[in-house]
């Protein structure tokens, strides 16, 4: 194992720390909708979702360092928890009928944030780009620390054997798309449909160099990520065998020592999913989300 102080290279960046000022005005944010447009979410339809009774249909528990998919039909509720504490959660999702449509974090990075909380949503990729999910609660409250830590991260993606190897040199088969590539193995997926994930419960950010870290997680065993379902989804989550990410490194194998601290870290998840009890007087507003109409070839134009 490499650990964070081992290593010589960590402050390696092409980015400068320091600040230039070329009196160019303030920017601003890129994606903006225009009026009526899907990107926002209804907030007065949301928090009514999320304050309507439910009935917990089914929990799905994630013991430590695996993987589970579930499927979730289109206007359920389901929250994704840390019953035990602190654990950092990869998530993916698809469209449970068509798994070509799936989470897209790039696009809902720009579209939303780097990092998500209640009434953003999780955007499917194209040629789709209609929500997955509305986020409707959020025990964490768009955190912010002192480092510039905040949390549910999109800039990140899985840990995964390949990266492993990479860094240590080391063939290890503990990684987040590893739980997930095993977890949708029964619905006819394979390590191709895995995708870049939202990080749950994970504190992330880009320091001065403008390099990702990541801290120790802080959900407690009563934090929850509640999300409303827009479709019929299949939703695999991985409780990341990094665990609460305070003790995380590459290259684990069974003699290092520092194994055990990392395994010590490790928690279940799981995954609450609810019924609205009055489904059809909450969603009276609501619509099923429609692909985007775009009617154009690329500009590629058929026999006339
Ligand atoms: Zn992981």
């Not at 799936?102 to 780097?114: D, G, M, P, V, Y």
């Not at 209609?130 to 905040?150: C, K």
Request: net charge negative; with cysteine; aromatic share 10%.
């Amino acid at each position: 194992m490499t650990t964070k102080d081992e290593n010589p290279t960590i402050a390696a960046s092409s980015q400068r720390p320091e600040r230039t000022t070329y009196n160019v005005p303030k920017p601003v944010p890129a994606y903006y909708p225009h009026s009526g447009s899907p990107i926002y979410a209804d907030k007065e339809l949301y928090t009514r979702i999320a304050k309507a009774p439910k009935k917990l249909v089914k929990t799905h528990s994630c013991a430590p360092r695996s993987g589970i998919a579930v499927t979730i039909p289109a206007k359920s509720v389901f929250r994704i928890t840390t019953p035990e504490g602190p654990q950092v959660c990869d998530l993916n999702i698809w469209n449970l009928h068509n798994p070509r449509e799936r989470f897209w974090a790039a696009r809902t990075r720009q579209l939303h944030s780097a990092h998500v909380s209640t009434f953003d949503r999780l955007w499917s990729n194209l040629p789709y780009l209609r929500p997955l999910v509305t986020i409707t609660a959020d025990s964490m409250e768009a955190r912010h620390d002192e480092w510039g830590g905040r949390v549910h991260d999109t800039l990140g993606t899985r840990c995964d054997p390949y990266v492993d190897k990479l860094i240590s040199g080391i063939d290890n088969d503990l990684h987040c798309h590893s739980n997930l590539t095993r977890s949708v193995m029964p619905y006819g997926l394979t390590e191709f449909d895995v995708h870049d994930v939202l990080n749950v419960f994970q504190v992330t950010g880009l320091n001065e160099h403008d390099q990702y870290f990541m801290e120790a997680c802080p959900a407690t065993s009563s934090d929850y990520f509640e999300c409303f379902c827009e479709q019929d989804l299949l939703v695999a989550i991985s409780a990341c065998p990094g665990g609460d990410l305070s003790q995380w490194g590459w290259g684990e194998n069974e003699e290092n020592t520092e194994e055990s601290k990392m395994i010590d870290c490790c928690r279940p998840l799981a995954i609450e999913v609810y019924q609205l009890q009055d489904e059809e007087n909450v969603l009276k507003c609501w619509n099923p989300p429609q692909y985007i109409d775009y009617k154009g070839n690329h500009g590629l134009r058929g026999p006339q």
